[in-house]
Each structure stands twice: as C-alpha cells, then as structure tokens.
C-alpha cells in the first residue's frame, strides 16, 4: 500500500495563482514581502495620491472602516437579480446585478412609463462598458417604444411610427365596433399641442428610443431615466455617428 501526502495550500499561494476574473479581489494593490503576496482594500481616501503640485502628502492616520470601498456591481442587461448589501448604520443598498426595466420619462410630455431596457448603446466613460452591455448611471440606451406609442395615440388621437397591420377582428370585436366619443371629448383631444422632435418621431418607426440612465443601478436597484430630447438627442446621435 503506498500513501500519498498533499500539502494543503495556503490563502496566500491560492492567492497569488488567480489571474483576471478568477480573482475575487480585483483592483486590489498587490505587493510581494518575503515570497508573501499581501492585498490591500479599496479605499476612497485620498492620502495615498499627490498634491496638484506632485509632492506626496503626508500620511497622519491609517485606514478608516468609513473609508472603504467595495467592488462595482457591473449591472447586466437580464432578468432582475438584487443583492442586498448592509452598509454603515444598518443601511441597506441594493445591488442590481441584472435588471432589464425601468421607469423613463418622457420630460416634453410630463409622462412616465415603465419600459423594457433592450440595448447599450453608449458611455461616455468607457466603451468597454458598452461592448460588455453594462448598465451604469449615464449611459445610453434603447427602450422599447411601445407603451410611450399607446399613450400618445390616446391622448392625441394620432398614430406615431409605420403603421401596424391590424389583426383580423373576431366576432366580439366586430359587434363592439369603434369606440364612441362624445363632441367635448373630441374637441378637447383637437385643442391639445401634438408636436413632437422630428429626432424622437423618427425613432418611433423603429420601434427603439435613446435615453439615458438618470439613478444608480448599483446602490439604488432600478435603471430609471430619461428620454432623450431636442439639443441632447442631437449631441448624442452625433457621437455615435461617430
């Protein structure tokens, strides 16, 4: 009978085997003592950088546990997934690691919907954020255009977008016949302003609008925002042109 003996590994060779998003510390300082790798926090502080000047400061205190900082949620477009985090005082934060709805408003028209988050389109910070289709405050994306379309049709009495072909009306649909309205009800639909941006109209016809993510994905758990309208829209359709 032959026995082997494995010597069991400790923390710091498990350590110092992971590479890329194997490691579950990332963007941690790595620094080697004695064939030791020791991994230091996240820290919002900033006595570790240097004056505007390039001197370095000078380090009176250590870490504080109200200094730390934890790693990014990373958001994904998916199913709604929420992590509770418990933070300073009991508070809790609401991690969002996948979510694909929200609430966007439609600031023109004073009207929020709640729509379905169908792409990242754009980040002004990092277009890795926008290869990988993570959700983050500011970025640009497409809606689905659907529930902003049956609002405006009802309130104005106008259809946006290519027409859709309607289906074939059953036998209840034939005998309920159109929907009557009396003579103030259609004279106060008339009176109303039915502009809207020929950008935003034109996006109407494919069914997809661009608007931003206004809240924090990561902390709060909701990916709500805006429309984006007339100057904005302009400048953000340029820089995907480009």
């Given at each position: ?11 710091y ?11 579950c510390i ?46 990014p949620?990373?958001t ?11 933070g ?67 309130q ?7 027409a859709i ?11 309920e ?40 994905p ?23 042109e480009?």
């Open positions: 009978v032959v026995f082997f003996f494995f010597k069991q590994k400790t923390a060779e498990i350590l110092s085997g992971l590479v890329g998003s194997e490691m990332r963007d941690r300082y790595q620094r080697r003592v004695h064939g030791i790798y020791f991994y230091m926090g996240i820290s919002r502080d900033s006595r570790h950088k240097r004056r505007a000047t390039g001197g370095r400061m000078p380090i009176h205190k250590k870490k504080r546990k109200y200094e730390m900082a934890r790693q949620s990373m994904k477009m998916g199913s709604k997934m929420i992590k509770l985090v418990r300073r005082g009991g508070n809790l934060k609401y991690r969002a690691l996948r979510i694909d709805f929200g609430n966007y408003c439609w600031g023109s028209e004073k009207i929020a919907r709640k729509a379905k988050i169908l792409d990242v389109v754009y980040n002004a910070s990092n277009n890795e954020l926008v290869r990988t289709k993570t959700i983050v405050k500011n970025c640009i994306v497409q809606i689905d255009a659907t529930p902003f379309r049956a609002w405006y049709t009802k104005y009495n106008k259809k946006l977008g290519k072909k309607e289906e074939p009306k059953t036998d209840a649909a034939k005998v016949g159109p929907k009557k309205q009396s003579r103030h009800v259609v004279k106060k639909i008339a009176a109303r302003d039915s502009f809207i941006d020929p950008n935003l109209e034109e996006q109407f016809n494919t069914g997809r609008l661009l608007a931003c993510v206004s809240s924090r990561g902390q709060v758990g909701r990916a709500d925002g805006y429309i984006l309208e007339g100057k904005e829209l302009e400048f953000y359709m340029k820089k995907m480009k």
